[in-house]
């Protein structure tokens, strides 16, 4: 018996203590079978697999299936392989015992960019582990950046633990003891992912239990990202005048009274609305002298260029807001979550936007027009913030690419932290995430595409 399933039912969520099988994904017929252009990014998978092996522990490639999402200049492949690695002596003759080849059953996930392969993810274990067990195989992940140690022989206990204090800081509850077991596997994996962000992250952010620490990537990227971002086929704006004072060493508009207090879009891919009324927010604020806590539900329901939880672009969204005439507050037209029929009352507009401006994709001229004209929409790629706890975040752009932006937020300030730059951006995962609801982002190096879709509203 693996030695966390009785501390598990210690816990109070399994009675049982065999592991069922992962729950396939909702989206596994979009996996399609082996074609060329998979091949490619799956033979630089196996020879970054291969890479520091001796020639007779090398691995060979067996089956393929993927899929693959286009941006811009890159292609993100998201791979499932088989592996046959050759036993250490294949000689019977010389061979004490008989021994014979071991299948892995590994998941990648390699970038290409102008035809540069990168190696993002990639995770291998036995073809017919259907039991979790303490042994490192288990829960093995190779990470071509990252030369770390085995895990620990405590991994799994120590991992329990933390499950537990898990649910009791976030009050989770599993309706069933498979889907309680399902969670704490998904959480263990996280945890090893989280580790490998952590280590190669350049600026200062710690990473590690969030309350999306139970979600596999593809739960949270559906419930709470916008892919509708990467695609940038809005509503086009032009081009804002350039400011031309220089940005003062540091700002914080929060410190003026133009952001409201932190929002929780809940399980809706609804980021663009948050970061558009945010901006309408310190828009209204600087020209009225007023700070209103403005409705996002007002835009899931009533916009219809953007298609609500599933995703939107600021750029539509201030369109929409001048369709219909302005906003109505949060007290008024109060956030759900979800989509509603729209119950937009003209009586009840509070705020009108007069127009909408693309801003420069220079970070210091950002950093100028910010400091003089108020907190900016923006879009992010989201990599690793499902696990950030605190500090100033500086993926490897190979891991963060501006081709992959899927979050918008609201870009309030800038300064620096013991010599490090960097970007104060309010998100909209409640305050029970990051630095009080906040996340830091370097600042001077384009990091995560914090440059590419800048933008604002206009009110005369």
């Known amino acids: 018996m693996a030695p966390w399933l009785p501390l598990l039912s210690l816990l109070g969520l399994l009675r049982g203590a065999v592991s069922a099988p992962p729950r396939r994904a909702a989206d596994a017929q979009a996996w399609e079978p082996v074609t060329p252009e998979l091949l490619r990014p799956a033979r630089f998978a196996l020879e970054t697999y291969n890479r520091g092996r001796a020639a007779g522990a090398r691995a060979v490639l067996g089956a393929v299936s993927g899929r693959v999402r286009r ?12 592996l ?52 490192n195989e288990t829960f093995s992940s190779f990470f071509p950046l990252l030369n770390k140690d085995p895990l620990p022989q405590n991994f799994s206990t120590e991992m329990v633990s933390l499950f537990k204090h898990f649910i009791a800081t976030y009050n989770r509850t599993y309706e069933t003891e498979e889907e309680a077991q ?3 596997s998904i959480f263990m994996n996280n945890m090893v992912r989280a580790q490998e962000i952590q280590a190669l992250d350049r600026g200062t952010a710690q ?8 979600l596999t990537e593809e739960e949270f990227r559906t419930l709470y990202l916008n892919p509708l971002l990467k695609e940038g086929l809005g509503q086009t704006m032009r081009p804002a005048k350039p400011v031309d004072d220089p940005a003062p060493p540091e700002w914080d508009w929060r410190k003026k009274g133009a952001v409201t207090n932190v929002k929780n879009q809940g399980m809706c891919g609804s980021c663009w609305a948050f970061s558009v009324t945010g901006n309408v927010e310190g828009q209204w604020f600087l020209r ?13 329901d009533c916009d219809t260029l953007d298609k609500a939880c599933m995703g939107g672009l ?32 003209a009586d009840k507009v509070k705020v009108y936007i007069n127009d909408s401006v693309e801003l420069s994709k220079d970070e210091q001229k950002l950093a100028a027009w910010l400091a003089k004209k108020g907190p900016i929409s923006i879009a992010i790629n989201a990599f690793g ?20 932006i899927d979050h918008a937020v609201l870009l309030v300030g800038y300064g620096n932290r013991s010599d490090v730059p960097f970007w104060a951006i309010k998100n909209s995962w409640g305050t029970d995430w990051g630095e009080e609801g906040y996340y830091y982002l370097h600042r001077g190096s384009r990091a995560c595409g914090v ?10």
């Not at 010389?94 to 995770?123: A, I, Y």
């Open 71 to 82: 941006a811009g200049r890159g292609s993100l492949y998201s791979l499932k392989a088989t």
């Open 84 to 135: 046959e690695e050759e036993p250490p002596c294949s000689d019977p003759m010389t061979c004490q015992l008989p021994v014979s080849k071991k299948t892995l059953l590994c998941t990648f996930e390699v970038l290409d960019e102008l035809g540069e392969h990168t190696l993002l993810r990639g995770d291998c274990g036995p073809e017919d582990a259907k039991v979790a067990d303490d042994r």
């Open 182 to 184: 399902r969670r704490m």
């Open 207 to 214: 990473y590690g239990v969030t309350k999306f620490s139970d």
């Open 288 to 300: 009225q002298g007023d700070l209103l806590s403005l409705s996002e539900q007002e835009l899931v």
């Open 314 to 345: 600021p750029s539509n969204a201030y369109s929409a807001i001048k369709t219909l005439g302005g906003l109505e507050t949060e007290d008024d037209y109060s956030y759900r979550g979800h989509l509603q029929t729209c119950s937009f009352t």
């Open 385 to 404: 913030m499902q696990f950030y706890r605190r500090g100033i975040s500086r993926p490897l752009r190979l891991l963060c690419s501006p081709w992959f």
């Open 451 to 460: 440059n590419v879709m800048a933008s604002s509203a206009v009110v005369d």
